[in-house]
């Protein structure tokens, strides 16, 4: 089946709140055959309905950052000393709430980017691309979107930390819960930036 993404937007902030508040857009997570949830909106009403005080909140899935994908040094050409550093980013954080309905879990994924501008860059600004894989506890891969975000560097800014908002639906199978399924984010990297985390850990 085709996928069609919607958008909603997202903030842009800086760790210390020194700057305004921009938008970005995003896209939401599909897994096939289900309806997409795309208002950002939902996530406070997710989050009440996680804290009622007339029963247990739901056992969501946990939200899991890969190892050796929560980190990328993007260089300038074949260059690897330190003033061929475009930018560095870090997966800071990712957090998950969610509510069940019938057979599906509709759940709203947090993930909290956090990129530094290095001596080569010269377009004020860090492209890169980042998944989210939504998988039972076997390692059976149920769904998986790639994302694509741009984080400028405004003014003299060269930190700057950036929240992506994305709406996975999970599927339930019989006789299981959220505890039986994980969602992985990571950032989509080349095989050497992979080899490049590994060795400089």
Do not use: W
């Not at 903030?11 to 938008?23: E, K, R, V, W, Y």
């Not at 996680?50 to 899991?64: N, Q, R, S």
């Not at 509510?99 to 993930?111: K, R, T, V």
């Not at 998988?135 to 405004?154: G, M, S």
Request: some cysteine; overall charge negative.
């Amino acid at each position: 089946m085709a996928s069609r993404f919607a958008t909603a937007l997202t903030t842009i902030f800086d760790p210390a709140g020194l700057i305004d508040s921009m938008h970005l857009n995003f896209s939401a997570l599909r897994v096939a055959g289900l309806l997409r949830i795309s208002a950002l909106a939902l996530l406070p009403f997710l989050l009440a309905a996680c804290a009622t005080d007339d029963e247990l909140p739901p056992v969501c899935p946990a939200a899991v950052v890969l190892k050796d994908a929560d980190r990328l040094v993007k260089f300038q050409g074949n260059g690897r000393d330190l003033t061929d550093v475009l930018f560095e980013l870090d997966v800071d954080e990712a957090q998950l709430v969610c509510e069940y309905d019938d057979d599906l879990i509709e759940s709203a994924l947090g993930i909290r980017f956090i990129v530094a501008r290095g001596p080569a860059d010269r377009e004020r600004a860090a492209s890169f691309r980042y998944f989210v894989a939504v998988a039972t506890r076997d390692r059976e891969i149920l769904a998986r979107e790639e994302f694509e975000l741009t984080i400028p560097f405004e003014g003299n800014r060269t930190r700057v930390a950036a929240l992506e908002e994305v709406f996975p639906n999970i599927p339930l199978r019989p006789g299981r819960d959220g505890e039986d399924y994980l969602v992985y984010i990571g950032i989509r990297l080349t095989p050497e930036e992979l080899q490049y985390n590994r060795q400089n850990r």
